[in-house]
């Protein structure tokens, strides 16, 4: 039932994980501007952007079509399902990206994600 | 004098294997998430190859060993983990 209210308190909105991998020669400022373009389609459909992130230059642990590194970068959106459509319809037409993934949350935060948290602080397990 | 050793003969022998009454490591208030992204969390429930370990093994509630599982594969998908290690 709690999916039923949901829908209706906040209409066919929900929250998207998307993170993607770029080309490792690709500049990082390029993926600075892959990001503005999901922002644009995010906010021309009426969703918002909550939080995005950049994880830098990291070693894949397996190669993708040859490169062994690449340029991952994490966007938080709430928006609705047609606008996920259109973001996964560019980055696949976007000979950069080496791979993405668009996961459906049930909360969506603003602090920092694992990757930058533990990099940030060193915790002991 | 009165005998304060514990009867040796009646101490159950617990066997290493089964791990009993062990509690779920996942499951609890405090207990970390189960984060695709959180490779640190989501290798100490991989083998040295790369493969899960059984919930038997680890002794892990199977709801979270589903969310566990499925974690791993999105993981390795975004090429976070390896699909095999050797």
Redesign the interface.
Known sequence: MNALNLLFTRGTMSYYEH?F?ARPEVAPQQVENIVDDIKKIVSDDGGDTIYTEYWGLKK???K?NKSEK?HYS?LRIDSSSSTVNEIERIQKLNEDIL?F?T?KTEEISKEP???LK?SEKKDV? | MKNFLPDITQIPIRSPFLKRKKSCPLSGENAPKIDYKDTKLLKKYLSERGKIIPSRVTSVSSKKQRELAQAVKRARFMALLPYKMD
Do not use: D, E, H, Q
């Open positions: 993170v991998i894949l642990a397996y993708i690449g994490l791979r993934i996961i994600s694992v990757m533990s397990y």
